[in-house]
């Protein structure tokens, strides 16, 4: 990367937004609240960008994100609270507090202690405020939200002293589960499943996997299959209702052979 070009295109950047701020009637209207919603769907689409390995839309939706953050930080200039120097340097304060085996003198030497390291240091500079979960977003999607809040308990200590462990809690809250739908008790049910969910996305944790991810996989996996099976009913003219689940299982397994 060139720095004397990525400077100029920063600097390009918050021209055009003070432009826009001044001249756009759209742009002159937007507030924090109003741009949240459009925030988080750039969010999303980065995220699908970056599942599909689209590197086209990685860098499409990277700008689109970039400008809400140039965006938001011309609004907190405005209103006299921050700007952009203040975000930039704030995180850049931030990494090198928390990075101290590059910056000081304590050792990591695996990515696992990185994490460990910087866990403990957040924690230590939010204890007072919030506590070890205060730190977790409250409008985070509740499987990310799960999936921190195991982290952060993890961080302290308070996790299965071998990973293997876990499946024994998994094995524990699908009894409870199945309990609860012989009882055919919606609530407890409901309780249970929250549950399960939440030991499996542990488990996720515990092995490097990240659920959010791996469902999304599977989410596309359903919908490759399912889309082929219809296809299959077109072409002969017919549609899903008028097959058999023997004629839909068949053309479900043609469509994994086909993977």
């Given at each position: 990367m060139?720095r004397?070009e ?22 002159r ?10 925030t988080?769907?750039?969010?999303y689409?980065?995220a699908d ?8 839309g990685?860098?499409?939706e990277?700008?689109d ?5 140039v ?10 609270a ?6 930039a ?12 085996h ?8 695996t990515?696992?202690e ?6 403990a ?25 799960a999936?921190?809040?195991?982290e952060?308990?993890a ?11 876990v ?18 008790c ?27 991810a791996a469902?999304e996989r ?8 399912f ?21 839909m ?11």
């Open positions: 060139d004397r990525a400077e100029k295109a920063t600097n390009r950047l918050l021209e055009v937004m003070d432009t826009l701020r001044r001249e756009c009637p759209w742009d209207e937007q507030t924090f609240d109003s741009l949240r919603n459009n988080i769907e750039e969010t689409e980065l960008a970056i599942t599909d390995k689209n590197m086209e990685i860098k499409e990277l700008g994100l970039l400008l809400h953050v965006f938001y930080s011309k609004l907190g200039e405005e209103q006299g921050f700007n952009y120097e203040d975000v340097n704030g995180v850049c304060d931030k990494l090198i507090y928390r990075h101290p590059v910056y000081g003198d304590i050792h990591a030497d990515p696992e990185v994490k460990q390291n910087w866990e240091l957040k924690l230590r500079k939010k204890r007072r405020k919030s506590g070890t979960l205060g730190g977790v977003p409250v409008s985070l999607p509740a499987m990310v939200k999936y921190r809040i195991g952060k308990a961080a302290t200590g308070f996790d299965w002293q071998h990973k293997e462990d499946w024994a809690k998994v094995k524990e809250e699908l009894i409870e589960v199945d309990a609860e739908v012989q009882a055919e919606k609530e407890r049910m409901a309780d249970e499943m929250g549950d399960l969910f939440f030991a499996l996305i542990n488990a996720c944790r515990l092995y490097g996997i990240d659920p959010e469902l599977t989410n596309k996996k359903f919908i490759r299959r889309e082929y099976m219809e296809q299959c009913a077109v072409n002969k003219g017919i549609t899903l209702r008028d097959m058999s689940l023997d004629e299982e068949g053309y479900w397994q043609e469509a994994k052979r086909e993977e």
